[in-house]
């Protein structure tokens, strides 16, 4: 499934559940790349939550889309938005929801978003 750039199955299994669990990000609320990368089970691999999230396909008919997936939500682990490409938009989004600085900064404390895994859905839905 070229359209959720994911090269190899277990790189679109891993953009899937981490397109599944974003979705759970409550409105007003935020978290951080490593936690979804934690949540996915690959703690390690916040990075590649981040590839995941800048490549979501912008087709609104897809299960998983930029339209039905709040990557917005999603910010640094320092508590800032941390994407140069989309960051403006980004920006734009997160004030419509919580208070955002001038600088991108968000209260964590007040809006982080840090549950476990067994508190979340995580039946993945496979596109067709």
């Known amino acids: 499934m070229p359209e959720y750039g994911a090269g190899s ?3 679109l299994d891993f953009h899937l559940m981490v397109y599944h669990l974003a979705t759970q990000i409550p409105y007003g609320r935020v978290t ?3 936690h979804l990368a934690y949540l996915a089970g ?3 691999n916040s990075r590649q939550v981040g ?3 800048k490549h979501l396909p912008t087709r609104p008919e897809l299960r998983y889309s930029s ?3 709040p990557w917005w939500r999603v910010i640094g682990g320092s508590g800032y938005i941390s994407t140069v490409e989309k ?3 980004q920006l734009e989004r997160l004030r419509q ?3 955002v600085t001038d600088k991108g900064g968000v209260d964590m404390a007040t809006y982080g978003w840090f549950p476990e895994i ?3 859905n995580t039946d993945v839905e496979y596109p067709q």
């Open 97 to 99: 929801e919580i208070p």
């Open 9 to 11: 199955q277990e790189a």
């Open 118 to 120: 067994e508190d979340l």
């Open 87 to 89: 960051r403006q938009h």
């Open 32 to 34: 951080n790349y490593g």
């Open 42 to 44: 690959k703690p390690e």
């Open 67 to 69: 339209q039905s997936v």
């Open 51 to 53: 590839y995941a999230l």
